[in-house]
């Protein structure tokens, strides 16, 4: 029986040599994208003695990446770490819809709706969202954004939907 009341043991599907479970998980998901980047690189142009080619960046940064990886996969195996914590979705898939409505919005509704509507759809990531105050801000950064790009960097955005303007 357990001395504290409602302390159980903390149970992992990690292997008994793995020390540091959340270093070890972490490495693996570096070492996993620097080889996609290696992959996605790899029919791009490499270096020809002195000059660059398109891929010569890409891939210096996977192998950077690769290499980082497996330092940080080591330091889970060799070192006591925090253990896998709980993983929340919500503001990742809020952020992410947030950025899909925007790229499917901008050219038919124009900036002041998509930027608005983009702005109020991520607010929606977390629970601790005040609504009016979302509001308020999401109204400045929309009229900001809607001032900066067309007026003072000159970037031909159109501002109103499509329907409007004709």
């Given at each position: 029986m357990n001395a504290t009341p409602g302390h159980s043991?903390?149970?992992?599907?990690?292997?008994?040599?793995?020390?540091?479970?959340?270093?070890?998980?972490?490495?693996?998901?570096?070492?996993?994208?620097?080889?996609f980047a290696l992959w996605a690189s790899s029919d791009l142009q490499g270096m020809r003695g002195f000059s660059f080619g398109a891929g010569t960046a890409p891939r210096m940064f996977a192998f950077l990446l690769l290499g980082l990886g497996a330092a940080v996969t080591v330091v889970g195996v060799l070192t006591e770490g925090a253990h896998l914590a709980k993983y929340h979705w919500r503001g990742p898939l809020f952020v992410t819809l947030a950025i899909l409505t925007f790229a499917v919005t901008i050219r038919p509704m124009g900036m002041i709706f998509a930027a608005m509507t983009?702005?109020?759809?991520?607010?929606?990531?977390t629970p601790e969202t005040r609504w009016t105050e979302t509001f308020i801000v999401g109204v400045c950064?929309?009229?900001?954004?809607?001032?900066?790009?067309?007026?003072?960097?000159?970037?031909?955005?159109?501002?109103l939907p499509s329907f409007l303007i004709r």
């Open positions: 043991p903390v149970k992992s599907i990690m292997p008994r040599w793995v020390r540091g479970p959340q270093d070890f998980v972490g490495g693996i998901a570096l070492m996993a994208i620097a080889l983009s702005f109020m759809i991520a607010a929606c990531g950064l929309t009229t900001f954004c809607s001032l900066l790009f067309p007026y003072a960097l000159g970037l031909p955005l159109q501002l």
